[in-house]
């Protein structure tokens, strides 16, 4: 199956930084999305990518797509105790598959 | 805003009983979907649902699970005989088919098995 791997595994930041993560794959997306989950819940989505170059923001959230369409890059700036849980980057496939996940823990 | 509903949201159950996790897809999404989640792992996909058949399956998905859409707004995944290593919180999804394929999730069915 494809593989997608997210960058860093884990991150602990203190709030007011940005924050930045990425999501290679081994082999190309016509479509990026990006996922946040909260202990206990289940993924949301946070944004949606769907040409290579595009860049789009939500909030204090951006991301990018790729050119190559093989990769994927969320920032997050000037984080807050909220922003904490796990990020995952997700592509569309015959399955919907989903990245390793960067856990990202915001230290007041 | 309409949601994905799953029920329960936490089942204990002995190894070797069958289990029956429900889920209600949001009401117009043509597409669903079961996930697993093992405890400090990555999202698995499970299988896929579409038409009434199954399109898509992973390899976890052996002939121990099954699903099924019994009637117009339930969606059931069934662990016939659970093992100790299914022990997971599992997802439902759903998605319409013109929002570029994304899928909203539901808040997940903690399963121990024992």
């Known amino acids: 199956g494809q593989q997608l791997n997210q960058s860093p595994q884990s991150m602990f930041i203190q709030e007011g930084e940005d924050v930045s993560m990425n999501c290679t794959s081994s082999?190309?997306?016509?479509?990026w999305l990006w996922y946040k989950q909260d202990p206990g819940e289940g993924p949301v989505l946070l944004i949606a990518l769907y040409k290579a170059g595009e860049l789009t923001s939500n909030g204090r959230l951006t991301a990018q797509f790729g050119i190559t369409r093989k990769d994927s890059f969320l920032n997050i700036s000037a984080s807050i105790p909220s922003d904490v849980g796990i990020y995952f980057c997700a592509g569309p496939g015959n399955q919907f598959y989903f990245g390793t996940g960067t856990s990202l823990t915001v230290i007041p | 805003e309409p949601e994905v509903t799953q029920t329960p949201s936490h089942q204990v159950t002995q190894m070797g009983q069958e289990v029956i996790l429900r889920c209600v897809p949001i009401s117009n999404h043509l597409y669903f979907y079961w996930y697993r989640q093992i405890l400090g792992q990555k999202v698995e996909f499970l299988v896929s649902?579409?038409?009434?058949?199954?399109?898509?399956k992973s390899e976890i998905f052996d002939d121990q699970f099954s699903v099924e859409r019994p009637d117009g707004s339930n969606f059931t995944l069934k662990i016939r005989s659970t093992k100790l290593e299914d022990s997971a919180m599992y997802f439902c999804?759903?998605?319409?088919?013109?929002?570029?394929?994304?899928?909203?999730f539901g808040s997940g069915t903690q399963l121990s098995v024992l």
């Open positions: 999804a759903s998605s319409p088919p013109w929002t570029g394929e994304k899928l909203f």
């Open positions: 649902f579409y038409n009434n058949e199954i399109s898509e």
């Open positions: 082999s190309i997306f016509n479509t």
